[in-house]
Structure formats: structure tokens, C-alpha cells
């Protein structure tokens, strides 16, 4: 129940960071509260990255974690894909998203060859 709760306020809340943002359009925001929302965004990211690291009681929830992990993976590397396209179509490319792309990649790839060479 407490990990169900867990995700519930972690969604709750980056619902909330993306209506404030929509609502300041990201134009002419006080140095304060870009600060402010810039800290909440990383209390978000340490947040999320913990979501499923526990104490794992048997195969069948790591399965879940492990499923979960790949979901995840897969929807932020369509998501970062299609931003790309988009851009691409407009002319006007933000290197940030294909940064992310090339890393989120590089990742997987170095990570993959170093768990095959530890067996």
C-alpha cells in the first residue's frame, strides 16, 4: 500500500509542476521561482529513480521491476524519438533531445556489453 501511495503522489505532483509550468509559459519567470521549479524537478528525478528499489522478495517482483524499467525506457526513447522528428520537419532541431537520445543509447549499449563480459 505505502509504495502504491508513493506513485500516487510522484504522479500528483509532476501534474502539478507541468500546470504551473503551462501556466508560465516558460516566459518571464522570476529568477526565484525558476529556481524553485528547477530543485522541485530535481527532487522529482531522485524521487523517481528509487521508485522500485526495495528489497526484492522474490523473482516474480523483479520481473515487475525489471518489465516496468523496460517500459519506461521504451516510452522515453518514443517520446525523445518523435520530438526529434518533429523538429526535424520544422527545421529547427533542439540538440537536447537528441543528446538525450545518443545517451540514453550509449547507456544501454556500454551497459549491456559489461554485464555479457561479468558472467
Known amino acids: 500500500m505505502k509504495t502504491i501511495i508513493y506513485y500516487l503522489l510522484l504522479l ?6 507541468g500546470g504551473f509550468l503551462i501556466s ?3 516566459n518571464n519567470m522570476p529568477m526565484a521561482q525558476m529556481v524553485g521549479a528547477s530543485a522541485g524537478l530535481v527532487l522529482y528525478t ?6 522500485g528499489e526495495g528489497v526484492k522478495q ?18 522515453g526513447l518514443v517520446i525523445l ?4 522528428i518533429i523538429q526535424l520537419f520544422a527545421h529547427q532541431v533542439d540538440y537536447w533531445l537528441l543528446s538525450g537520445l545518443i545517451v540514453i543509447n550509449l ?11 561479468n558472467k
Open 107 to 117: 547507456t544501454k549499449i556500454v551497459s549491456l556489453i559489461f554485464l555479457e563480459n
Open 24 to 26: 508560465q509559459r516558460g
Open 81 to 84: 524519438s518523435l520530438g526529434v
Open 12 to 17: 500528483v505532483f509532476i501534474g502539478i509542476f
Open 58 to 75: 522474490d523473482e516474480r517482483e523483479i520481473l515487475h521491476r525489471n518489465l516496468a524499467n523496460r517500459a519506461g525506457l521504451i516510452a
Open 46 to 51: 531522485v524521487a523517481m529513480s528509487l521508485v
